[in-house]
C-alpha cells in the first residue's frame, strides 16, 4: 500500500491554456474521487467513480472540467480553457467498501492560472 | 441539500489541555461521518470514521462521536500536542456519492 499518488504536485498556467493532472489511487481501491479546495475552505466535491464508471458529477463543474478513470486504475481531471478562478488545491481520494469506505487522500495538485 | 458547519473557526490552547471540536449537519440522513487533519500545504489525513450505526469511534488520544438526531459530532482530544497542531475537517457522506466537509477548524497548540 503505496498511497494516493498525484502529478503534478504544482502546476502554473497561464488563462486560456489546457492542464490536465493524474490520480493512482491505492491500488485496490474501486472508488475514486475529486475534490477542489481554496484557501480557508474544506474540500468541494467535484466527481465520483466507481471502477470505470463515473456516478456523479457535481452541478457546479462547468464543462470544461472532464475527468476519466481508463480501466478502473488511474484518473485524470482535464480542465480546458483555464480561467483564474480555476486556481485551487485539487486533490484526488480512493476508498473501498472493504476500509468501511473510509477516503485516503493523496497530496493535491496546486494549480496556479496567470 | 445537506451543509456542514464546524465551530469554532480557530482555536489556540496551551499544551496539555483536552478540547473539542464541533461539526453540525443540517439532515440527519447521513451514512457516515468522517473527521480528517490537514496540515498546510497537504493533502487531508484521515482520523476517525463513524458509521451512521454508531455512536462513537476513539483511536489514541482521540475520540469522534455522532448524534445523528441531533445532527451533531464532536472530536475530542485528549492532552494535546504542540504536533496537533493542524486544521480538524469533518464530512458527512449522505448518498448520492457526494462527501460534503466543513470549513474546518485551524488548531494551535502552545508549546
Known amino acids: 500500500d503505496t498511497g494516493v499518488s498525484q502529478d503534478p504536485r504544482h502546476k502554473i498556467t497561464k488563462r486560456g491554456q489546457n492542464v490536465t493532472f493524474r490520480c493512482d489511487p491505492i491500488s485496490e481501491h474501486n472508488r475514486l474521487y475529486w475534490y477542489r479546495q481554496t484557501l480557508g475552505q474544506g474540500p468541494e466535491f467535484l466527481t465520483y467513480?466507481?471502477?470505470?464508471?463515473?456516478?456523479?458529477k457535481s452541478r457546479l463543474l462547468s464543462d470544461r472540467f472532464s475527468a476519466e478513470r481508463p480501466k478502473g486504475s488511474f484518473s485524470t481531471l482535464e480542465i480546458q480553457r483555464t480561467e483564474q478562478g480555476d486556481s485551487a488545491m485539487y486533490l484526488c481520494?480512493?476508498?473501498?467498501?472493504?476500509?468501511?469506505?473510509?477516503?485516503?487522500f493523496g497530496p493535491g495538485t496546486r494549480l496556479t492560472v496567470l | 441539500k445537506q451543509e456542514v458547519t464546524q465551530i469554532p473557526a480557530a482555536l489556540s490552547v496551551p499544551e496539555g489541555e483536552n478540547l473539542v471540536l464541533n461539526c453540525s449537519f443540517t439532515d440527519s440522513a447521513i451514512y457516515n461521518l468522517q473527521w480528517f487533519r490537514q496540515d498546510p500545504g497537504k493533502g487531508l489525513t484521515s482520523l476517525l470514521l463513524i458509521q451512521s450505526s454508531q455512536r462513537e469511534q476513539t483511536s489514541g488520544r482521540l475520540n469522534a462521536s455522532l448524534d445523528k438526531s441531533s445532527g451533531r459530532s464532536t472530536l475530542y482530544i485528549a492532552a494535546s500536542q504542540p504536533g496537533d497542531s493542524a486544521t480538524y475537517l469533518c464530512?458527512?457522506?449522505?448518498?448520492?456519492?457526494?462527501?460534503?466537509f466543513g470549513a474546518g477548524t485551524r488548531l494551535f497548540v502552545k508549546a
Open positions: 481520494a480512493s476508498s473501498s467498501i472493504g476500509t468501511g469506505d473510509t477516503q485516503y
Open positions: 467513480f466507481q471502477n470505470e464508471a463515473q456516478l456523479e
Open positions: 464530512a458527512v457522506y449522505a448518498g448520492g456519492f457526494k462527501t460534503i
